[in-house]
Nanobody, 122 residues
Framework: QVQLVESGGGLVQAGGSLRLSCAAS????????MGWYRQAPGKQRELVAS???????NYADSVKGRFTISRDGAKNTVYLQMNSLKPEDTAVYYC????????????????WGQGTQVTVSS
């Protein structure tokens, strides 16, 4: 099985910065896409940013120029550096990983983290 452990959320004033981390552990064979989603109260979960194994990235228009996604392949960890935070960035942020792992046999699945709260005060 694969577990995702997220960290780095918290409360910050508008204009501030936070860095989220998500580490995957388990009998991992390979990780293709790693990403971050967020869900604000009363809204649907949306993609914030994603990064492929070849390091190509994709960002939501609302965070382009402010957020940076990166990954450390050796540590199976994805990061989200969030700068110039706005109150509308307030949400629960979820890590998402497309992973192939071994547990009796090989599995390829999309795994979600437990979520970390990001609150931006005005």
């Amino acid at each position: 099985q694969v577990q995702l452990v997220e960290s780095g959320g918290g409360l910050v004033q508008a204009g501030g910065s936070l860095r989220l981390s998500c580490a995957a552990s388990g009998s991992i064979l390979s990780i293709n896409v790693m990403g971050w989603y967020r869900q604000a109260p009363g809204k649907q979960r949306e993609l914030v940013a994603s990064i492929r194994s070849g390091s190509s990235t994709n960002y939501a228009d609302s965070v382009k120029g402010r957020f940076t996604i990166s990954r450390d392949g050796a540590k199976n960890t994805v990061y989200l550096q969030m700068n110039s935070l706005k109150p509308e960035d307030t949400a629960v942020y979820y890590c998402n990983v497309d992973v192939t792992y071994y547990s009796g046999r090989f599995y390829s699945k999309t795994i979600w983290g437990q979520g970390t709260q990001v609150t931006v005060s005005s």
